[in-house]
């Protein structure tokens, strides 16, 4: 009876484990298949404008992320530039993440003022939200035409706007309003700034700033300004140095959290 009852165990064991491995299998398979359908919400390709340059990078600390941006092409020529980041990560803050991505583009298409399509946004996010989560996020509407991009701010890092004299600016640092989905009917500001030929303008998420070495330390916001201020040949240059340094930096140390930048300027 013994013998028949260890053999018996084992046998169960091994099908319970076996039960285990597809189930691990399959929940994989769906992670894959949800981390194709997140980056489908992302752009495929910089915009085409010309005088102007872009790059934009996107890595998720798991396979689905809460990390988000997008260009927008509004039907009067300008273009909105959006950079958001829910909080936390992974499947709550990748569902989130895709809704956000969804409602942002229909906000614009029927709200071409940045500062109104904000106040919406943050009504229904609010009214519909997840409990306990939030989304920082920052918006640049450029105006190709006019050489300005109009900004607005919800609780997110002030863009870094490098001058071609070597000067950085992070205008609107007073007019940063809360994070999306906290209190409903708040009034978001906007405000105006100029680009003149050789100005830059970069947008990132806190993944980059707060990517941890493997003796913990951060990689830090004057590290990434660091780089913003330096002398560059263009955009695509500029967003791939401050990858790869963020890389080096973290060497073996695994991704703790969403990371996401973009880097846009005018050439002439």
Do not use: W
């Not at 980056?39 to 340059?53: E, N, Q, T």
């Not at 997008?70 to 709550?92: E, F, K, M, N, T």
């Not at 991009?149 to 992070?170: S, Y």
């Amino acid at each position: 009876l013994l013998s028949v009852a260890t053999q018996a165990a084992v046998a169960i064991e091994n099908a319970r484990l076996h039960e285990n491995l597809l189930q691990q299998r399959e929940l994989e398979r769906d992670l894959e298949l949800a981390h194709s359908v997140q980056l489908s919400f992302l752009p495929d390709r910089s915009p085409k404008i010309v005088g102007y340059g872009f790059f934009g990078y996107y890595e998720a600390a798991n396979q689905v992320g809460g990390d988000y941006y997008d260009y927008i092409q509004l039907s009067d020529g300008r273009i909105a530039i959006i950079v958001a980041d829910v909080v936390g990560h992974g499947v709550a803050a990748a569902l989130l993440m895709a809704r956000l991505a969804a409602e942002v583009r229909v906000m614009l298409a029927t709200e071409p003022d940045p500062t109104a399509a904000f106040i919406r946004l943050n009504e229904l996010l609010v009214r519909d939200g997840v409990p306990d989560r939030f989304v920082t996020s920052v918006m640049t509407v450029l105006e190709p035409d006019r050489h300005k991009i109009t900004i607005v701010n919800a609780g997110h890092m002030p863009p870094l706007i490098r001058r071609l004299d070597g000067t950085l600016e992070e205008p609107g640092e007073t007019q940063v309003g809360i994070p999306l989905g906290i209190i409903d009917g708040f009034q978001y500001k906007s405000f105006t700034v100029e680009l003149r030929v050789g100005d830059r303008c970069t947008l990132y998420t806190d993944g980059i700033n707060e990517a941890m070495d493997p003796s913990g330390q951060l990689f830090g916001i004057d590290r990434v300004k660091h780089h913003v201020q330096s002398e560059q040949e263009g955009v695509v240059e500029l967003g791939q140095q401050i990858i790869n340094d963020v890389r080096q930096f973290m060497g073996n140390q695994p991704q703790s959290d969403d990371m996401c930048l973009v880097c846009f300027g005018r050439l002439q």
